[in-house]
């Protein structure tokens, strides 16, 4: 995270209480798709005492960033304490990891609950092509996938892979075979996400 962020968090110090620091984390969670609105920003502001959003828009970047870490890559007690550098008051530190601690099961069931619903794969064909009539050029695979959604309705995607794009997505689908077999440890686990193909 960067650096200078970090000189925000003393604000959070202003706050008359643990449950004040809660309820700015809990808002910024709520809010994590739409960002604060004005009441929210105003409550806010009136919990850490700020006459303006100048100091306060830095403070809740660097509470966003950190809520991020924690959820997304399922930072543990002992490895939140490390996100912060040495100058964040210890007392901050504690009280801080304390209550993302407190919230991350939650949250992070929060994102798995977010998360879209997916078109399922009917159907796969796939056949030989030359990439054009020059001389000299490496075929590729012409992939063919059919796709049904909830409503029954049917998409097609077609696409081209040479050796190498494909040796990429073999790979990766090696990966998500691998933690597809590992979903009942999903709780210890950081949300992954896939390598770019291209």
């Known amino acids: 995270?960067?650096?200078?962020?970090?000189?925000?968090l003393p604000l959070l110090v202003r706050a008359n209480s643990k449950e004040s620091v809660e309820y700015i984390l809990q808002a910024l969670w709520r809010t994590r798709q739409?960002?604060?609105d004005s009441a929210d920003r105003l409550v806010i502001r009136d919990i850490l005492q700020l006459p303006?959003?100048?100091?306060?828009?830095p403070l809740l970047v660097c509470l966003r960033m950190l809520i991020r870490r924690c959820v997304y890559e399922?930072?543990?007690?002992?490895?939140?304490?490390?996100?912060?550098?040495?100058?964040?008051l210890p007392e901050l530190q504690r009280l801080l990891t304390l209550l993302l601690q407190?919230?991350?099961?939650?949250?992070r069931a929060d994102v798995f609950k977010d998360q879209v619903d997916f078109p399922r794969l009917k159907a796969m064909t796939w056949n030989?092509?030359?990439q054009d009539a020059a001389e000299g050029t490496d075929p590729v695979a012409v992939i063919n996938l059919k796709l049904q959604d909830d409503t029954q309705s049917h998409s097609e995607v077609k696409f081209q892979l040479g050796k190498d794009t494909l040796e990429t997505m073999v790979k990766s689908m090696y990966c998500i075979r691998d933690q597809l077999s590992?979903?009942?440890?999903?709780?210890?686990r950081p949300l992954s996400q896939g390598t770019n193909i291209v």
């Open 34 to 36: 739409t960002g604060l």
């Open 182 to 188: 590992d979903l009942g440890g999903a709780s210890n």
């Open 1 to 8: 995270m960067e650096h200078s962020l970090w000189n925000h």
């Open 102 to 107: 407190k919230f991350k099961t939650e949250w």
């Open 52 to 57: 303006n959003d100048t100091d306060l828009d």
């Open 74 to 88: 399922n930072v543990s007690k002992d490895d939140i304490q490390k996100l912060f550098p040495e100058e964040v």
């Open 128 to 130: 030989m092509a030359n």
